[in-house]
């Protein structure tokens, strides 16, 4: 997540410059880069940095939600796998059933031609034609029905868990192709502020704290009565805390692995990313906000922080800035959402 100020972007050939040093800083196999006299400006680099941080941050939630669909996937997989096994046992004890009812009428004088065809080495395709059932006897046809029953049932589940295993494998592409995305744009941020000289970035650390600390001073002390207000309580114990694209805790972030810890400390369960969090209670204005509130920014709701009082918001940011308060009036904000 960018550090959310929102400078003037700068000019085209300026970022194009910005991101051709990205790549040699690159080369550098990690070194840092310092900066000679006339290179990089630090707020430009600041700017193009939290941009890709931005981007980046999009590319998380995105992966957030693939990996909760491909775990959600697993265990319905899991369960209709054990479902299957279960019946199949249950299909083998009436075949073996009806079996025994055939040994009986053998031995009382001969078996009927059609259980005969029922126990051959192709039962279902016999169970379809349904004339022969006529020759049954009752408790010979009640048997019947219930491994027909079953029968289609298997086939039911067998179809519904091969379509979730092709979902699957689709999640976990999906799952791949964000997180790929994500890291490459953390990267390419990384390699940005490789170029700045030590003591430029040294300078961007003390900004950026400089800023949490004003926003801890902005914050109100709340006294955690209620859910909203205990689940800022717990994020507070988190202030510091590093960012970490997917991370839910203990000891790093990301915005909505935050706030969804938080919550599960108030033993209120949330779900895991910003674009389901934000239907997850009643949709409130800026005017509303109570500390606690989730707070949602950007257009597209990538970003989610708790309301801390004051026009601040307590949220992880970025991997520059962790978890940390942060004036509201830094990101375009969007609503509130009352748990």
Known sequence: MASHRRPKPPARTRVTVLTATAAA?????????????????????????????????RATEKFNGAREHQERL?????????????????????RNTLGSLAAAQYRGGGI?????????????????????????????????????????????????????????DAARKELAGQKKAAQGKLAEAQALLNTLSAQDRSRLRAEEAGRSRAGEKAAPAVNASGRAAAALAAAKTKLGSAYVMG??????YDCSGLTQWAYGQAGIGITR?????????????????????????????????????????????????????????????????RI
């Open 25 to 57: 800083a690159v080369a550098l196999s990690g070194q840092s880069a310092v900066a000679a006299p006339g290179g990089p400006d630090k707020d430009e680099v600041k700017t193009e940095v939290d941009a890709l941080y931005d981007e980046a941050e």
């Open 74 to 94: 697993e265990k319905e997989i899991a369960q209709l796998q054990d479902a299957v096994a279960r019946d199949q046992g249950e299909l083998n004890d009436l």
């Open 112 to 168: 009927d031609p059609s259980v005969a065809l029922l126990l051959s080495a192709d039962p279902e395709t016999y169970l379809d034609k349904a004339a022969t059932l006529q020759q049954l006897t009752g408790r010979q046809l009640e048997a019947v029905a219930r491994i027909q029953a079953k029968q289609r049932t298997l086939a039911q589940q067998r179809q519904e868990a091969a379509g979730k295993l092709a979902d699957l």
């Open 247 to 252: 991370a839910t805790g203990p000891g790093a």
């Open 273 to 337: 990313t910003t674009y389901t969090q934000a239907n997850e209670g009643t949709r409130i204005g800026r005017s509303q906000l109570q500390p606690g509130d989730l707070v949602f920014f950007y257009d597209d709701l990538h970003h989610v922080g708790l309301y801390a009082g004051n026009n601040t918001t307590l949220h992880a940011s970025n991997p520059r800035g962790g978890v940390k308060y942060e004036s509201m009036d830094n990101m375009p904000f969007q609503f509130g959402v």
